[in-house]
């Protein structure tokens, strides 16, 4: 009924830049929370930022002051734009989104596929 797909990863030399993006699709009422995950190789999944149906945000520390979330609603995408990269940031990233299908209220969570990010040293 839903889907998240993410795009816009990449190999990238570290203090260079990537805008990934998250297009949700479907049967969608409302996109409300939206979130990008990382997940690299032997560690668990974490978040690196968020960003409410409102519009406010929140940031790992890792990455405040370097990546920007941001979102086109009338899309139903959200966008994170990292900057200044690391090799420490290469991972997967997933996007999760909590989307109310049409004729429901209540708002189902959901995930992308991920897209790899690798930042060379």
């Known amino acids: 009924q839903v889907q998240l797909v993410e795009s816009g990863g990449g190999l990238v030399q570290a203090g260079g830049s990537l805008r990934l993006s998250c297009a949700a699709s479907?049967?969608?009422?409302?996109?409300?929370?939206v979130g990008w995950y990382r997940q690299a190789p032997g560690k668990q999944r974490e978040l690196v930022a968020a960003i409410t149906s409102s519009g406010s945000t929140n940031y790992a520390v890792s990455v405040k002051g370097r990546f920007t979330i941001s979102r086109d609603k009338a899309k139903n995408t959200v966008y994170l734009q990292m900057n200044s990269l690391k090799p420490e940031d290469t991972a997967v990233y997933y996007c999760?989104?909590?989307?109310?299908?049409?004729?429901?209220?209540?708002?189902?969570?959901?995930w992308g596929q991920g897209t790899q990010v690798t930042v060379s040293s």
């Open positions: 479907g049967s969608i009422f409302s996109v409300n929370a």
């Open positions: 999760n989104a909590a989307v109310v299908i049409i004729g429901t209220v209540r708002a189902v969570e959901y």
